[in-house]
């Protein structure tokens, strides 16, 4: 599914070294679903060819504010009205420093003082550049009046420094204009504590318990409730994958730092816990890797503490929603961990299904609450996020 289909993004390209870096984030918008219009400066185009944007967008280029008009469309020549987003990527202090004074002296300036979308920009400049309080005037003083901003991040710049100035990466640049265009407000005011991946048990320094959960479903919920407008904590256990924008990632191993942590948090509005935590872990973890004998080995295994339980335990009126990976009486085992656990509802899946369940981008799963039962279809684990919030929001709703 294309999350983006139907939202217009207009992207204005600067004339800075990093101008290349703009491609991908055309394609990947595309990719998306979402229609790119581009406007270049005319320092731009010495960077990279309009042709080369005109061919990924499928969009006619603008490059020029006094350019014969060949054609009249109503579109083409309202950019400004046109946007959902307005993204400038690279932009420099140059244009930056025009935007926050008022000039608009060619069509991307003049463009961006018309519009009434969000905008967003994107710096890159030398670290030295970036760090004069010239320009760190003019990027508060557009932050003041509503421009919001995607930091530079940190390395060795073309130009050989090494510091702050360097566009962020491209995928995070599409990330952030998919969340300003798919962002509501249904979530904002409350905080919500999500968990997510595997907890790893320890032996020894080199050995230990764990389980196959990526973490891929419950940084998709973290995902889907910052687009609602959540303040979004995410505690996580070891994974694989990019984190995601929330408020406040915290990375954990254990089921005890686990424990501790989502206890510290226990006050949040909503709580979900996707994560997979070991229910057993070794009684006695040694220090130095033990070594192999010829007689076998024996490690005895104790309890770990339930963190959902004791959530449901001390439960006063947040909404508090539970996993359950099964592999045979789905709904048997469902319902009674929704009783046993005091939960809102909770979602079951069969991961001995290799369509869905742990390491895959699908899912299909059952919600079961206290007086029915939804099957969803196989579907995408952002998908079956936005199903789950929407249930939340219905619930805070009728509350």
């Known amino acids: 599914m294309k999350s983006l289909k139907g939202k217009n993004v207009v992207l204005g390209v600067t004339g800075g070294i990093a101008a290349y870096k703009a491609v991908d984030v055309v394609s990947q918008l595309v990719k998306r679903g979402a229609n790119v219009n581009v406007i270049m400066t005319k320092n731009a185009t010495n960077f990279v060819s309009p042709l080369t944007f005109q061919s990924l967008s499928h969009n006619k280029v603008v490059d020029n504010m006094f350019s014969e008009v060949q054609y009249w469309d109503i579109e083409h020549i309202s950019l400004a009205q046109k946007a959902d987003v307005f993204a400038i990527v690279p932009a420099t202090a ?8 008022g000039i608009a002296d060619d069509m991307l300036t003049t463009t961006i003082m018309a519009t009434k979308a969000t905008v967003l920009i994107a710096p890159a400049m030398n670290t030295n550049m970036y760090l004069n309080s010239i320009y760190q005037e003019n990027e508060n003083k557009l932050k003041e009046v509503g421009y919001e901003f995607i930091n530079p991040a940190s390395g060795v710049l073309a130009c050989g420094d090494i510091g702050s100035g360097k566009l962020a990466d491209t995928k995070d640049i599409a990330d952030t204009i998919e969340k300003v265009l798919l ?117 005895e295994l104790t309890r770990n503490q339930d963190i959902l339980k004791s959530l449901g335990e001390t439960k006063s009126n947040q909404i508090l929603v539970g996993f359950a990976a099964e592999t045979e009486n789905i709904e048997k085992y469902a319902k009674k961990k929704l009783k046993e656990k005091n939960l809102d509802f909770i979602v079951a899946n069969d991961v001995s299904k290799k369509s869905s369940g742990f390491g895959s981008d699908m899912n299909e799963v059952i919600i079961f609450d206290k007086d029915r039962q939804i099957q969803l279809e196989m579907m995408s684990k952002d998908d079956v996020a936005k199903e789950i919030l929407n249930k939340i929001v219905g619930l805070l709703e009728s509350r």
Do not use: H, W
């Open 94 to 101: 140059n244009v930056i420093g025009k935007i926050a004074n």
């Open 183 to 299: 962002r509501t407000n249904k979530l904002k005011n409350k905080r919500v504590l999500v968990t997510a991946g595997p907890t790893v048990e320890k032996i020894d320094p080199v050995r230990y318990i764990t389980n196959r959960s990526t973490g891929k479903m419950g940084y998709a919920i973290a995902k889907a409730a910052d687009y609602l407008g959540a303040t979004v904590e995410l505690v996580s256990g070891p994974t694989n994958i990019e984190k995601p924008s929330v408020s406040e990632f915290i990375s954990v191993e254990s089921a005890d730092e686990m424990y501790r942590e989502v206890m510290k948090r226990k006050d949040a509005d909503v709580i979900i816990m996707t994560a997979a935590v070991s229910d057993y872990k070794p009684k006695e973890s040694f220090d130095q890797k033990f070594k192999k004998t010829n007689g076998p080995l024996k490690i």
